[in-house]
């Protein structure tokens, strides 16, 4: 599980391993995944214990934004660190920005699908290619 501090105050998001992202907000001790969710689960959900042990082993921010004091003395500064450092933050940008990508083509096919119900049920006439060409352009028509 990789975890991130998403802003000041506590929240934090945990992109788990069955690749599904929870997003936890460790102050109020709520998380987003189902486990969370059943009233009936004796224990934390594993995403809050998972901040709890990284903030522990003092590797993520604490939930007001500060580095941990072991992460700053432990890990002197090196080229081959910030080499790996500056890798892995364009990788974890390009991996949001194809998420970001792959939900904006979902909202994008929700909304075609939500302007035809409304067409659909305002029991007007239309025609699908001329939605799709109003919707994404006359390319869309092929």
């Not at 959900?45 to 990284?54: A, G, L, N, T, V």
């Not at 500056?86 to 083509?105: D, G, H, P």
């Amino acid at each position: 599980m990789d975890v991130a501090l998403l802003h000041r105050g506590g929240c934090y998001e945990v992109d788990s391993a069955s690749g599904n992202i929870y997003e936890v907000d460790l102050l109020d001790e709520t998380c987003t995944c189902p486990d969370y969710q059943d009233p009936d689960s004796p224990t934390l959900c594993k995403h809050i214990q998972r901040i709890q042990f990284e903030l522990d082993a003092g590797r993520i921010p604490r939930p007001d934004g500060r580095l941990p004091e072991t992460a700053l003395s432990t890990h002197p500064p090196s080229s081959a660190t910030d080499s790996r450092l500056v890798a892995t933050l364009r990788t974890r940008i390009r991996e949001r920005e194809e998420r970001i990508a792959t939900l904006q083509a979902e909202i994008q096919a929700l909304q075609f699908v939500c302007d035809v119900a409304d067409a659909i049920e305002d029991g007007e006439e239309f025609e699908l290619k001329q939605i799709l060409s109003d919707e994404y352009g006359p390319a869309s028509q092929r």
